[in-house]
């Protein structure tokens, strides 16, 4: 069973325009949820992670254990933000699981 | 920040022979570590967590005896692939914990194995 889902493969918006990447997930524990984003040509790298309520790059995700949501969200999209996103949960063990990620594309 | 180095970034070799990927943390110690594999527009899909120290710990369906895992040191873990086939071509990452149980990783940028 996929236990994060990132429904949308790729999410195209112009700029300026807010962006919301979805995320869900299945845990039956206390969930810790991270953000990775990959910048073409670039490893993969931390963006956020739920439990340091930060806001990076004008990036924010709030995690919603009703709905079992951790969406990445961003005002006003910029194009340095083109980028694929990964949604992320860390599992028993240690191990961190990742989403099928989605590729943000921003556009002038 | 901290930096994870891979090596090779991409190697080409002949069916039936044997493969090795360097990873290293280059400015922290890492406990653990672990291996990715990653097929053309698919995530990660996590192969082992390397332990130092230890054996590694493998996710069901991947091959103990066909990747071999070592991580002698707190800032090098290597993955062997061994008798390589054309199906093990792939894109292989690995990442490195900061801290222990943090799920902070920083990644090697990846090594782009091609079996002919």
């Known amino acids: 069973a996929q236990r994060v889902t990132q429904p949308e493969k790729l999410l195209s918006v112009f700029k300026g325009a807010p962006v919301e990447l979805k995320c869900n997930y299945s845990y039956s524990g206390s969930p810790e949820l991270f953000w990775y984003v990959q910048y073409s040509r670039q490893r993969l790298q931390l963006l956020l992670r739920?439990?340091s309520r930060e806001s990076i790059k004008g990036f924010t995700a709030d995690l919603n254990k009703g709905e079992t949501s951790f969406h990445l969200k961003k005002p006003f999209a910029q194009e340095e933000d083109s980028a694929m996103y990964y949604c992320?949960?860390?599992?028993?063990?240690?191990?961190?699981?990742f989403g099928a990620g989605t590729i943000l594309r921003v556009k002038s | 920040g901290a930096v994870v180095s891979q090596h090779p970034s991409w190697v080409i070799c002949k069916s039936g022979t044997s493969v090795k990927i360097e990873c290293r943390s280059l400015?922290?110690?890492?406990?653990?570590m672990f291996w990715y594999r990653q097929f053309p527009k698919q995530s990660l899909m996590l192969m082992a967590t390397s332990n130092e120290g230890s054996k590694a710990t493998y996710e069901q369906g991947v091959e103990k005896d066909k990747f071999l895992i070592n991580h002698a040191s707190l800032t090098l873990s290597t993955l062997t692939v061994t008798s390589a086939h054309p199906e093990d071509s792939s894109f292989y990452i690995c990442?490195?914990?900061?801290?222990?149980?943090?799920?902070?990783?920083?990644f090697g940028e990846g090594s782009r194995l091609t079996v002919l």
């Open positions: 992320a949960l860390l599992e028993y063990g240690n191990k961190l699981v």
């Open positions: 990442s490195a914990e900061l801290g222990t149980d943090t799920g902070e990783l920083f």
């Open positions: 739920h439990i």
């Open positions: 400015d922290f110690q890492a406990t653990t």
